[in-house]
């Protein structure tokens, strides 16, 4: 009976050596699938990524263009108004220094000069700017004599 419990248990013993080898291979077969197929997803997902990335720029330069088209227009509209804009403010510099040197001056001959000589005036190509040059043209006003 000895013999039957000893070849028993060296079965039993084999057995076990066998499924331990066994499940220990299948283990390390199954994180080498796991690991090919982690690769395989990464390079899968990376490859989309970059066609997304690519994707996206072919798009971005299809709006520019487009935008760069449909705002042409309005560009040049703009850079007209600006060179305007860039007359109207020298000539409205021009005028505020001519009014605010003549003011200048009008108030150094009434409360210097008392009023002595001509009293200043604005010169001619503003007034006319302003539209009234026209003025220069009406005969000085003269004060009534008094009796």
Do not use: C, Y
Not at 74 to 80: E, F, H, P, R, S
Request: hydrophobic share 45%; glycine share 6%; net charge negative.
């Amino acid at each position: 009976m000895d013999e039957i419990v000893r070849t028993a248990l060296t079965v039993l013993g084999s057995i076990s050596v066998g499924l331990g080898g066994a499940w220990l291979l299948f283990r390390g077969k199954k994180v080498e699938a796991e690991t090919e197929e982690t690769k395989t997803e990464s390079a899968a997902t990376t490859a989309f990524l970059n066609g997304q990335v690519e994707f996206q720029e072919f798009v971005e330069g299809v709006v520019q263009q487009r935008v760069t088209a449909a705002v042409a227009d309005l560009q040049t509209q703009v850079t007209d108004l600006a060179a305007k804009l860039a007359v109207v403010q020298q000539e409205s510099h021009e005028m505020n220094d001519a009014i605010r040197s003549r003011e200048t001056r009008l108030w150094l001959w009434n409360n210097i000069e008392k009023r002595l000589g001509p009293m200043p005036e604005l010169p001619l190509p503003i007034l006319r700017r302003l539209g009234i040059g026209h003025l220069t043209l009406l005969p000085a006003h003269e004060a009534p004599e008094s009796a």
